[in-house]
């Protein structure tokens, strides 16, 4: 199983981003998926998830700015970035909790892809 990330870039302030990952491999099911960001010198926090009902979670610091959705039958995340400020630089990870064809339950990530915010 692997995550495929891409979207990262550079953008000035008040602009728009939008990150995508796919997982593929022998996929049974995917619980839960979202993404992570981890700024240099801060620990690795959850921006938003999604579990396979639609169900969001974000943290307080972007919500009203960023929306995560996902395609069940694609098997993607996206995470759609509004109104991004510079303490929103950082590494950003997509995650998932995936059960194999064979049963097994793990989480994944994929590899980080930088969003930088800045004039």
């Known amino acids: 199983v692997q995550l495929q990330a891409s979207g990262g870039g550079l953008v000035q302030p008040g602009g728009s981003l939008r990150l995508s990952c796919a997982a593929s491999?022998?996929?049974?099911?995917?619980?839960?998926m979202g993404w992570y960001r981890q700024a240099p010198g801060n620990q690795r926090e959850l921006v938003a998830a999604?579990?396979?009902?639609?169900?969001?979670n974000y943290v307080d610091s972007v919500k009203g700015r960023f929306t995560i959705s996902r395609d069940n039958a694609k098997n993607t995340v996206d995470l759609q970035m509004n109104s991004l400020k510079p303490e929103d630089t950082a590494l950003y990870y997509c995650?998932?909790?995936?059960?194999?064809?064979?049963?097994?339950?793990?989480?994944?990530w994929g590899q980080g892809t930088l969003v930088t915010v800045s004039s």
């Open positions: 995650y998932a909790n995936i059960k194999t064809s064979r049963g097994v339950n793990s989480n994944y």
């Open positions: 491999g022998s996929i049974f099911s995917i619980n839960i």
């Open positions: 999604v579990i396979k009902s639609g169900s969001t």
